[in-house]
């Protein structure tokens, strides 16, 4: 079977796991309209299933809506330009081009996911006061290319979950780098690496906070040789925070309020400096095994426990 859309809007309601019965879906004809396509997985047990080509854009536009709190799957090609909206649910990708060309917004709390190792290129926002998830299951990478903050208070970017503990990439490839000064990040699980320069910007400007560690998962930040500010750093035990690149870094901790970072910053192949700029006071407690040094400019740090200083020594700058 296959749909036409011929202009018009249409929904596809899905209400149990599977492939859709309907794909591929079409918008073509001559002098049609542009045309939306919204994919709704209406229970949270619900996987839909797209092959390769379900959206064919072989003519007009199409948009494409994700609505409902399941999982819809792209698992091949799409050719659509009109964009991905993702007001709930999940979106999983096994392929680079799954999301055709246009951009991917997140217009609700959504999770983008890769079940493959998958690489974005679209131009992806998150609009004020939501939250997206960005995350890649175990063994696989989701790459991002061009992600940006669209500002306002409660806007949050989460990398990684408990069920999804693969590698998340931030790159600047195609244009992003661009902060809310008021958004967060939170690193939830698995690893998320900063692929360049940019990317590190990108996070500095997150006066929000960054958490690393939020819950039982293993959750890392690897600064993969770029040095970074972390504004309101935090989290929990299962937090590491490491330097997996050839060049070393420096990981800066802007402190506006007083936070405790519990997990353990370490070097990987390249070394660790922290860099304690203030100017409230940040709490140590994790066993840290750092070399790069200590250093205080202005607040204050606090070690509650052994060796939370690394294997470093300390300079008040």
């Known amino acids: 079977m296959s749909i036409n859309l011929l202009g018009n809007n249409y929904t596809a309601t899905f209400t149990s796991s599977g492939s ?89 709390a959504a999770t983008l996911a890769a079940t493959a190792n998958v690489s974005i290129a679209n131009a992806v926002t998150i609009n004020a006061g939501f939250s997206a998830t960005f995350a890649a299951a175990t063994g696989d990478t989701l790459t991002l290319d061009d992600v940006q903050f669209d500002g306002g208070f409660g806007t949050t970017a989460h990398f990684g979950s ?54 039982a998962a293993s959750a890392t930040l690897d600064l993969s040789g770029q040095s970074a500010e972390a504004w309101n750093l935090s989290g929990n035990a299962s937090g590491v925070i490491t330097n997996n690149g050839a060049a ?32 409230d006071l940040l709490i140590l407690t994790g066993f840290n095994t750092y070399s790069g040094g200590t250093y205080v400019q202005q607040g204050a740090v606090s070690v509650q426990g052994d060796n939370a200083l690394g294997q470093t020594t300390v300079a008040d700058v």
Do not use: K
């Open 248 to 279: 070393p870094a420096t990981l800066t901790a802007e402190n506006p309020e007083v936070t405790v970072f519990a997990g353990v910053i370490e070097d990987g192949t390249g070394t660790i400096a922290l860099d304690v700029a203030g100017p």
């Open 162 to 215: 408990a069920a999804n503990t693969g590698d998340v990439v931030l790159t600047t490839a195609d244009g992003g780098g661009v902060g809310d000064l008021t958004g967060a990040a939170a690193v939830d699980g698995g690893t998320l690496t900063l692929g360049d320069a940019l990317a590190a910007v990108l996070i500095a400007n997150l006066e929000g906070g960054l958490t690393v560690g939020t819950g």
């Open 20 to 108: 859709d019965p309907n794909a591929p879906y079409t918008n073509v004809g001559g002098g049609f309209a542009a045309a939306t396509l919204t994919l709704d997985a209406a229970s949270a047990s619900v996987v839909a299933t797209e092959a390769a080509n379900a959206i064919q854009e072989t003519s007009e536009t199409i948009t494409l809506d994700l609505t409902g709190p399941g999982t819809i799957a792209l698992d091949g090609a799409d050719t659509y330009s009109g964009g991905t909206n993702l007001f709930a649910g999940t979106l999983e990708t096994a392929d680079s081009n799954a999301l055709g060309t246009g951009a991917v917004i997140f217009a609700g």
